[in-house]
C-alpha cells in the first residue's frame, strides 16, 4: 500500500504498538484484526497526507533526470525496474483510501464486511468504490498506454 518497504515497516511497528496499547480486551478475535486493519490504514493515510508534497517534490525531480538521461539500449532488467517504478508511481496516484481499498480486496483477499470494518465505512459502499478505484486505476494505466500493446 505504501509502495516503500521501509515506510511500510515503520507504520506496521507504530500499528502493533498502538494496538497492544489499546483497551482490546473486550473484543473477539474478528474485532481485533479489523481494529488492528483500521489502526493501519489511518496510519498509512495519514502518512501519505504528510509526505504528498515531499513525494510529489521527488518525483518531479526523478521525472525530469530519468528523461535527461534516457537511453534506448538499456538492458531488460533496468526496464522491469523503469516499469516498477511507474507502477508505482500510478499507485501513488490514487487516493489513499482507493490504495487501501485495492490493498485490501486484491492483496490481503479480505471480503468487504471486513474492508469496511477496516476502513470504518458502510460494507454496501464498498462494491462502489472498488469498482471507482478499479476504475481510475485502469484509466491511469490507459493514460500510461499500458496494455495497449500487441502480444
Known amino acids: 500500500m505504501l509502495g516503500n518497504p521501509s515506510q511500510a515497516d515503520d507504520v506496521l511497528q ?25 489502526i493501519a490504514s489511518n496510519l498509512a493515510i495519514d502518512h501519505f497526507r504528510r509526505h504528498k508534497r515531499e513525494q510529489k517534490v521527488m518525483e518531479d525531480a526523478n521525472s525530469s533526470r530519468t528523461a535527461s538521461s534516457a537511453n534506448p539500449s538499456t538492458p531488460s532488467h533496468a526496464h522491469a525496474s523503469g516499469l516498477r517504478l511507474d507502477l508505482s508511481k500510478m499507485f501513488s496516484e490514487l487516493k489513499p483510501q482507493e490504495r487501501a481499498l ?6 490481503e483477499g479480505s471480503a468487504h464486511d471486513e474492508i469496511a470494518d477496516s476502513l470504518g465505512l458502510k460494507p454496501k459502499s464498498i462494491r462502489v468504490l472498488l469498482f471507482r478505484a478499479r476504475r481510475r486505476l485502469a484509466a491511469l494505466l490507459r493514460q500510461k498506454e499500458w496494455g495497449t500493446e500487441a502480444s
Open 102 to 107: 485495492l490493498w485490501l480486496a486484491y492483496v
Open 14 to 38: 507504530e500499528a502493533f504498538c498502538r494496538f497492544l496499547t489499546a483497551p482490546v480486551e473486550q473484543l473477539d478475535e474478528h474485532e481485533q484484526r479489523a481494529y488492528l486493519f483500521r
